[in-house]
C-alpha cells in the first residue's frame, strides 16, 4: 500500500530535532505568547519577505481576523462583498460570512485553477471591495494583475496561501503579495505543525498589531480589553515545532517538485489531466491534482492497486448545505467540472523513487472501458 500521506517519512530525519524542540518548551512551562512564538513570527516574516507576521490558531482564523481588523480600521464594513473564488476549499468561504461580509463566487481559470483579472473585473459590483484569490494546489494567483486591477478600482487584496508555503511569484513569495496574506499550517501543509495553526503576514506593520491584538481576546495589555476580540493564538509548542521544520521547507518543496516534475514527464494517459506547472517557483505541489471524465472507475483502479488518494473537492462551496440557501438554483459549471473529476495523487516529501515509478506505470496502464 502506498499511502497518499506519509507524515512519518518527512518527520523521521529531523524527528530528534522535533522532540528537542517539544520537551525545551515543556520544561519552560511556559506555552502561551513566550518566545518560541516572538521567534518563529520574526522568522516566517523574513522567509515570506513581509514585513511582519503573527500567529493565530488555524488558516481559517487568519483569514477572517484580516477581515475583522479591516472592519476595525473603517476599511470595510458589514454586508460588503468579497469576490472568491467558486472553486476553493469551503474555509475561504467561511472566513467571509463569519465576518459578515457576502461571498460573491468566481469561477476559476482552467490554467491555474484560480481566479483571473478578467474573471473578477466582470464580477465588480459598488459593493465589492475585496479580492480573496487562493493560491490552491500550491500555485500562485497571477497576484500581479490582481493587484493591478484592485489598485485601479480601489479595492483591497487578501490573498488565501494555505496551500503555497514558499511559491514564488515575479520573486516575490505567498505571504508578501497583497494587503495581507493568510496561511494555515495544517499537518498535511507543505509547512505543517503538529496540530492547527495559522498565521497573518503583511507589508502593513499597524495591521499585524491589530490582529495580534484581536486574536488575544481584543487585548493588548492582560484585563484590559480594546475591542470584543477572539481566542486566536499560534501556541508555544507548535510555534517551536514549525520553527525546526521551516529549516527543512525548501528542500521539501525541491523534493516536491523534483516528484511533480516526473508524473508531469512519465504519466502519458489520454484519459488524465495533468496540472499546468506555472512558471518556475511559482508552484509548491501542495498537491498534484489531475482531473478526469472517469474518477470513479479511476477510484476503484487506485484501490486495487494499493494506491491512496484524496478528493479536492468532492463538494464545491455553493452545493454544501452551509451555502445552500444562499446560492440555490445558482450555477457555476467551471467548478463543479472540477469538483466532479479531480483526484490527487500521491506527492509528498520521502515518498521513494521506487513508488513513484509505481504510481506513474499504475496510472498510465489506467483503462475506463
Given amino acids: 500500500m502506498i499511502p497518499y500521506l506519509d ?17 525545551s518548551v515543556v520544561d519552560t512551562s511556559w506555552f502561551i505568547q513566550g518566545k518560541e512564538l516572538t521567534a518563529f513570527e520574526k522568522e516566517w516574516a523574513e522567509y515570506c519577505g513581509c514585513e511582519a507576521a503573527v500567529g493565530c490558531a488555524n488558516g481559517l482564523d487568519a483569514l477572517r481576523l484580516v477581515l475583522e481588523a479591516w472592519k476595525i480600521q473603517g476599511k470595510i464594513a458589514l454586508g460588503d462583498e468579497v469576490l472568491v473564488p467558486s472553486n476553493t476549499y469551503i474555509a475561504t468561504w467561511l472566513a467571509v460570512s463569519q465576518a459578515g461580509l457576502v461571498p460573491v463566487p ?52 487578501l490573498g488565501d496561501a ?6 514564488i511569484l515575479k520573486g516575490k513569495k505567498a505571504g508578501s503579495w497583497g494587503d495581507a496574506e493568510a496561511f494555515s499550517f495544517y499537518p498535511g501543509k507543505n509547512l505543517g505543525a503538529l496540530g492547527d495553526a495559522g498565521a497573518v503576514c503583511s507589508q502593513d506593520a499597524e495591521l499585524i498589531q491589530l490582529i495580534r491584538v484581536l486574536g488575544n481576546y481584543g487585548s493588548e495589555k492582560k484585563y484590559h480589553n480594546l475591542y470584543p476580540g477572539f481566542n486566536s493564538r499560534l501556541d508555544e509548542l507548535q510555534a517551536a515545532l514549525l520553527r525546526v ?125
Fill in 7 to 23: 507524515l512519518n517519512a518527512l518527520h523521521a530525519p529531523i524527528r530528534s530535532e522535533l522532540d528537542d524542540a517539544w520537551n
Fill in 106 to 157: 468566481v469561477e476559476p481559470d482552467l490554467e491555474s485553477f484560480s481566479m483571473s483579472a478578467a474573471d473578477v473585473e466582470s464580477a465588480l459590483t459598488h459593493r465589492t471591495k475585496v479580492l480573496l484569490p487562493v493560491h490552491l494546489y500550491g500555485r500562485m494567483a497571477d497576484m500581479e494583475q490582481l493587484g493591478k486591477l484592485a489598485k485601479d478600482a480601489g479595492l483591497l487584496v
Fill in 162 to 167: 494555505a496551500q503555497a508555503h514558499g511559491a
Fill in 245 to 369: 521544520k521551516l529549516k527543512s521547507l525548501d528542500a521539501w518543496n525541491q523534493e516536491r517538485n523534483e516528484i511533480a516534475q516526473r508524473y508531469l514527464r512519465e504519466i502519458q494517459n489520454p484519459f488524465l489531466i495533468l496540472p499546468n506547472p506555472g512558471g518556475a517557483g511559482q508552484n509548491v505541489w501542495h498537491i498534484f491534482q489531475i482531473l478526469t471524465e472517469y474518477r470513479p472507475q479511476l477510484e476503484n483502479y487506485l484501490k486495487a492497486a494499493g494506491i491512496g488518494y484524496l478528493i479536492h473537492y468532492p463538494v464545491p462551496p455553493h452545493h454544501q448545505p452551509a451555502y445552500r440557501n444562499e446560492f440555490q438554483g445558482r450555477s457555476y459549471p467551471l467548478s463543479e467540472k472540477i469538483h466532479a473529476q479531480t483526484l490527487s495523487i500521491p506527492l509528498y516529501p520521502g515518498l521513494s523513487i521506487d513508488n513513484q515509478k509505481i504510481i506513474v506505470e499504475v496510472l498510465n496502464d489506467f483503462q475506463p472501458i
